[in-house]
C-alpha cells in the first residue's frame, strides 16, 4: 500500500492505523509530525517501523536517511568556490529535524568561510514548490544566490 498524507499529521496518523488494520508486516514512513504519538499503536501491534529522511526521538524508531549537514556544507562551499558570498537558503519549516539540520550547516559553511550569515538571506518554506516561489523574493531582494533543498536535489 502506497500512502500520502499531504505533511497533514491526522492523515498519516489514519494510515498508519489502516496499516495495524490491514495486519501489514512494516510500514516505511517519511513522517511529518514532528513528534510521532501514533506510531505507539503500530509499534505495540507489532509492526515493523522504518523512518525515512527524518528521524525522530521518541518514540525509539529505526530510521535511514541523508546526512544534511555534510550536503549542505558540500553545497555552500562549492557555491562559495564559484565566488558567491551572498548565499541564501529557502528552508523546510523549522520544526522539521532536516531542515534545521540543514539551516545549522548553511550557517556553519559560511561562518567557516569567514562570511557572517545575514537573517535576510533565510526564507522559510515548506519543502514545496508553492512554498518556495512564495519564500524566493525574500531572497532576491537581498541580492542573494539562493539555495534550495528538496528531495536531495540541490537547485540554484
Known amino acids: ?22 495486519a501489514l508486516d512494516g510500514l516505511i514512513l517519511d513522517t511529518c509530525a514532528e513528534k510521532p504519538d501514533h506510531l505507539v499503536p503500530v509499534l505495540a501491534a507489532g509492526l515493523a517501523v522504518v523512518l525515512v529522511d527524518r528521524g525522530v526521538r521518541q518514540p525509539p524508531v529505526d530510521s535511514v536517511g541523508v546526512d544534511n549537514a555534510a550536503g ?42 569567514g562570511i557572517r550569515p545575514q537573517p535576510a ?23 542573494t544566490t539562493t539555495l534550495t533543498w528538496r528531495h536531495g536535489r540541490a537547485r540554484r
Open 1 to 22: 500500500m502506497l500512502f500520502n498524507s499531504d505533511d497533514r499529521v491526522d492523515k498519516e496518523a489514519y494510515y498508519c492505523l489502516a496499516c495495524v488494520e490491514h
Open 72 to 113: 549542505m556544507t558540500g553545497l555552500v562551499n562549492h557555491l562559495i568556490g564559484l565566488g558567491h558570498r551572498r548565499i541564501g537558503i529557502i528552508t523546510g519549516p523549522r520544526n522539521l529535524s532536516v531542515a534545521a539540520e540543514r539551516l545549522a550547516a548553511w550557517r556553519q559553511a559560511l561562518a567557516a568561510a
Open 121 to 143: 538571506w533565510v526564507a522559510e518554506g515548506d519543502f514545496r514548490f508553492a512554498g518556495g516561489f512564495k519564500a524566493a523574493p525574500r531572497l532576491v531582494e537581498a541580492a
